[in-house]
């Protein structure tokens, strides 16, 4: 699970209700239980400041409530799945653009971007492959 003050997000889960804040604490994203990731302007949910993007309304797809998680998967694409971990997927929902194998991770930038990078941490960025500021998605 992803904790409040876990800045990057690798091949790791997040399930609905966890929070993945900007370094900066001027934004945040949130998994809601209808399977919407959105990121807000705020620090946490208690200091929320209105919504900057959300997933469903990039990818079009209908919110349904449930049981949702968020992965970053091995080949670079940052997806949403039906179930309660990787080991119940109940269906695709929402996933980046894919850039193949190798590592990546994603983070919520200062500026509010979602962004996923080829690369295992931020010291070994080795470029953008999607962000949320970009067209795309599925």
Not at 49 to 54: A, I, R, T, Y
Not at 57 to 77: E, R, S, V, W
Not at 119 to 129: H, L
Request: a negative charge; glycine letters at 16%.
């Amino acid at each position: 699970h992803l904790q409040m003050g876990l800045d990057v997000l690798r091949v790791l889960q997040a399930l609905v209700g966890d929070v993945l804040p900007s370094s900066n604490r001027q934004y945040y994203a949130e998994l809601e239980s209808d399977g919407n990731l959105i990121i807000y302007r705020g620090s946490a949910p208690c200091d929320n400041q209105g919504v900057l993007w959300e997933s469903a309304k990039a990818g079009g797809y209908p919110l349904t409530p449930g049981a949702y998680f968020l992965i970053m998967q091995g080949d670079g694409k940052l997806a949403i799945y039906r179930g309660t971990g990787p080991g119940d997927r109940q269906g695709l929902v929402w996933a980046s653009r894919a850039d193949g194998g190798g590592s990546h991770f994603a983070i919520l930038q200062d500026s509010g971007v979602l962004a996923v990078f080829r690369g295992s941490r931020p010291a070994d960025n080795r470029g953008e492959v999607w962000g949320s500021d970009q067209s795309g998605g599925q």
